[in-house]
């Protein structure tokens, strides 16, 4: 472990020059809140702004990133850990120059590797990285021990709920698992399928209220997403609803990409692809 540490301040130092990228975790409490189809759109429309974007599904066992697209990908993730594909290959393209890598059944065997396959993991994982600007990793719901590692490595944290009483409490929980372990990593909220624009203020005005008395955290309000039947005539479709309408909730999503843009919220400065995967790296050893 202590040449391995020395190894890898050599590369810190080496590639001190590297492009700042920005991991992001897009979580929920609960399934159902409309969380992958928030991280595939918000994805499309930062692409759209001119950055290059990554989209990891990690939804383990339930991955629909390549669904919502319509499209059947060639290479999972599993395809790298099974088939020793190369994980340049196992990345895909979608529409607007997004680039996007497939989950499969297998992927909760990230958690599961031994030494050799995790080094060999995050060394081509921190080379891909390096040709991004966001890498968004779009969780499961809820939290196990096996993901929380990938989530405290990342820069910001992104819950999406809706005004539902279950997905608030869920929520909630959600975000004082990952306080637990990390009091310092941002977390902004999206209110997602508001029916008027109070749903989602009284949404997130309940929930950071808890967070405040509880964890004594302030929540940023990423923003809100109003329900629109375009929405699921888009998922019926397999096609982004941002690419394909002009719809409140496309309009909604724009500006939220907008403000996430011009806000930069946390101020917090980027990581570059091998600090991410360093602190990713240090979870991965230590679980």
């Known amino acids: 472990m202590k040449d391995q540490a020395e190894a890898l301040r050599r590369r810190l130092n080496n590639m001190s020059k590297l492009r700042k990228m920005k991991a992001l975790a897009v979580v929920s409490g609960k399934g159902g809140v409309g969380k992958s189809n928030f991280s595939l759109n918000f994805a499309i429309s930062l692409c759209r702004k001119g950055y290059k974007v990554l989209l990891f599904d990690m939804d383990v066992g339930m991955g629909n990133i390549d669904i919502l697209l319509g499209k059947s990908s060639k290479y999972t993730i599993v395809d790298f850990f099974d ?12 529409p607007e120059n997004l680039h ?42 809820g939290v196990t021990e096996e993901t929380l590692q990938l989530i405290l490595s990342v820069d910001e944290i992104i819950l999406v709920t809706t005004p539902e009483p279950t997905s608030i409490t869920d929520g909630y929980a959600m975000l004082k698992h990952i306080h637990m372990q990390n009091e310092k990593v941002p977390f902004l909220v999206v209110v997602n399928r508001t029916i ?92």
């Open 83 to 94: 088939k020793k594909e190369s994980l340049n290959n196992v990345v895909m393209e979608g």
């Open 100 to 141: 996007y890598i497939a989950g499969g059944t297998g992927l909760n065997r990230l958690f599961k590797l031994d030494k050799d396959m995790i080094e060999k993991f995050t060394e081509e994982f921190s080379a891909v990285l390096n040709a991004y600007d966001y890498v968004i990793f779009d969780m499961g719901a």
């Open 196 to 287: 008027e624009k109070n749903d989602g203020l009284i949404t997130f005005n309940r929930l950071n209220s808890v967070t405040k008395k509880f964890l004594r955290r302030e929540l940023k309000l990423l923003g809100m997403i109003p329900d629109d039947k375009s929405v699921r005539i888009a998922v019926a479709n397999q096609t982004p609803f941002v690419l394909t309408t002009k719809s409140l909730t496309s309009k909604a999503l724009v500006e939220l990409t907008e403000r996430y843009e011009q806000e930069n919220f946390n101020e917090m400065q980027s990581s570059n692809a091998i600090q991410f995967v360093s602190k990713l790296k240090r979870f991965l050893f230590e679980r």
